[in-house]
């Protein structure tokens, strides 16, 4: 079993950054692959970045360049640095761990969610 909490979001104005973080319970954090989700209100959840257990990063198209994905396998934390945001980023943001062995963009490929924490960009 994975915990995962989520903490970082909150209100900014377009162009502003903020960094999410992600930190794990247990001591075999660095076996997992880890993404990121968004739900905006009334749209699905959608992929936006993931990190292999090596290091490995993807990203959806939308977030390349702005956003980076990143993990502290000693902190047993993953990152999200969230940079030039734009109001249609406003979203709440999530969490999640693969038992897998490398990280996909299916939501149904993860297995531990967090709660979420919600980032409002204001135009």
């Known amino acids: 079993q994975v915990q995962l909490v989520e903490s970082g979001g909150g209100l900014v104005q377009a162009g502003g950054s903020l960094r999410l973080s992600c930190a794990a319970s247990?001591?075999?954090?660095?076996?997992?692959?880890m993404g990121w989700f968004r739900q905006a209100p009334g749209k699905e959840r959608e992929f936006v970045a993931a990190?292999?257990?090596?290091?490995?990063?993807y990203y959806v198209d939308g977030v390349k360049g702005r956003f980076t994905i990143s993990r502290d396998n000693a902190k047993n934390t993953a990152y999200l640095q969230m940079n030039s945001l734009k109001p249609e980023d406003t979203a709440v943001y999530y969490c999640?761990?693969?038992?897998?062995?490398?990280?996909?963009?299916?939501?149904?490929?993860?297995?531990?969610w967090g709660q979420g924490t919600q980032v409002t960009v204001a135009s």
């Open positions: 990190i292999s257990r090596s290091g490995s990063t």
């Open positions: 999640a761990a693969s038992v897998g062995y490398t990280p996909t963009q299916a939501i149904g490929d993860y297995d531990y």
């Open positions: 247990g001591r075999t954090f660095s076996r997992y692959p």
